[in-house]
């Protein structure tokens, strides 16, 4: 796909700072990222970097790691709270998967360091009275005895490819506080037949799994529908039971348009959803990009890739002058 700029924009101060802008989705992630390294005047830009290539990228000639710390998007897991007989319906269950991560060793070692930990589901509340989880092996399998699980409770993660490393650790950390965790990594397709209500495989309470990790989606940049009524509230990706409250807190959100007081209802459904812990809360993570050091790139909130303030210097091989390939 080929966008060229209009010329005739009627803002000015709003005109397209580059010419043209080709988006080419044959490559696959890793060649694309080989060629940003690479090849210059192949591949200017890549989303959605692994923050396993960071290091590789950044030590190229050619390329340099952008980051983006200001998305409202998180890294959680879904429990099945509605398949039959499942173990998450009670509290002290998904409480106990809550101490048994720890976070700040999770976002090292599988993210190198590219995320926050988030007490909740929506990032950035600042909310001073709800603090993460702590890691807590001990309670983890105290809280599990409670639920009448004094064996070790056996239970199937899956998670999408780009999730792989965080399911791992994540994985290992559940083995360790009285869980016995098998890790199903799957495609974007297998994926969404497991987890997406309207594409299922097989009806939502026969499905199998317990914990789906999941990275959001953000794309109004409205952390009440794209997080909370998307993942929790009658959503296309909603597996939680019961929730009266939350559903309370949810509509009057909605009844008001001041952003503040929307904010601190929000703050309301975090802490309420903390304490029922309905999620596996986990971070938030730092969009990374991979781009030839003559973008200028400047990423927004949202999870879309919008280009309008992104620029080029005069060292971008499109601009040299003589240059075979502009």
């Known amino acids: 796909m080929i966008l060229e700029a209009n010329t005739k924009y009627w803002d000015t101060g709003r005109a397209a700072k580059v010419k043209r802008i080709v988006f080419d989705n044959t490559f696959g992630q890793k060649e694309a990222v080989e060629l940003v390294k690479s090849r210059e005047g192949r591949i200017d830009l890549v989303t959605e970097l ?15 790691v952008v980051k983006n710390r200001g998305s409202r998007t998180s890294v959680f897991g879904r429990f099945n709270m509605v398949k039959t007989g499942s173990p998450w319906n009670d509290v002290r269950v998904r409480r106990a998967a809550n101490f048994a991560i720890n976070r ?15 007490p909740a589901l929506v990032p950035g509340l600042q909310d001073p009275t709800l603090a993460p989880y702590p890691f807590d092996s001990g309670r983890a399998r105290e809280l599990l005895r409670e639920s009448g699980h004094s064996q070790t ?12 490393a965080q399911a791992t650790v994540i994985g290992r950390m559940l083995d360790q506080s009285g869980f016995r965790a098998t890790v199903e990594i799957l495609d974007g397709t297998a994926y969404s037949k497991r987890t997406l209500l309207s594409h299922l495989d097989q009806p939502a309470d026969k499905q199998s799994w317990d914990i789906a990790l999941t ?28 929730r009266p409250e939350l559903r309370r807190l949810y509509e009057q959100a909605l009844g008001t348009i001041d952003l ?57 091989w499109s601009l040299r002058k003589g240059d075979s390939k502009k």
């Open 260 to 316: 503040a007081k929307q904010e601190d209802v929000l703050r309301q459904m975090d802490r309420h959803s903390h304490e029922q812990a309905y999620l596996l809360f986990l971070y938030n993570p730092i969009r990374l990009y991979a781009v030839n050091r003559a973008v200028r790139l400047v990423p927004y909130a949202t999870t879309w890739t919008r280009l309008a303030d992104t620029s080029l210097t005069d060292q971008h």
């Open 104 to 118: 700040a060793d999770l976002v090292q070692y599988a993210t190198n360091g590219n995320g926050v930990v988030i």
């Open 153 to 164: 409770l056996a239970v199937t993660m899956i998670a999408p490819q780009n999730l792989q």
């Open 50 to 64: 692994s923050p396993l290539e960071t290091l590789r990228v950044a030590e190229s000639p050619l390329a340099a």
């Open 215 to 242: 990275a959001s989606f953000q794309a109004l940049s409205s952390p009440l529908l794209d997080l909370y009524q998307w993942y929790a509230i009658d959503g296309p990706d909603d597996w939680v039971a019961e």
